[in-house]
C-alpha cells in the first residue's frame, strides 16, 4: 500500500502532509511516483511552492524529495516518544 496526502497552506503553497509506501514496496519506484505526481499536481493546479516536513532518519525519503527538487530550509531538534529526533522542513 502507498498512499500520499496534500494540503493547501493557503497563498498558493501546498504542503506535501504523508508519503507512505509500505515496507514490501519499497525499491520499486512507487515513492518517487508519488512524489513526482504531487509535484505535478500543484504545478498544474497553480501552486507556486510545496513545502513538507520529514526526519532526518529517513534517508530514503529525504533522497525522494531531493531528487525533486525540495531543499532544507530549517531543522529542528525535539523529543518525541522517548526519542531524540531532528526534523526538518
Not at 51 to 57: I, Y
Request: proline share 0%; hydrophobic share 40%.
Amino acid at each position: 500500500m502507498s498512499a500520499a496526502s496534500f494540503w493547501s497552506s493557503g497563498r498558493r503553497v501546498a504542503q506535501l502532509r504523508l508519503l507512505l509506501v509500505e515496507r514490501q514496496a519499497r525499491a520499486l519506484g512507487i515513492g518517487m511516483r508519488l512524489v513526482e505526481e504531487c509535484v505535478r499536481f500543484a504545478r498544474q493546479t497553480g501552486y507556486r511552492k510545496i513545502t513538507l516536513w520529514t526526519h532526518s532518519n529517513l534517508r530514503g525519503a529525504r533522497r525522494l524529495y531531493e531528487r525533486n527538487g525540495f531543499r532544507m530550509v530549517s531543522k529542528q531538534s525535539y523529543n518525541k516518544f522517548g526519542c531524540d529526533l531532528v526534523g526538518e522542513i
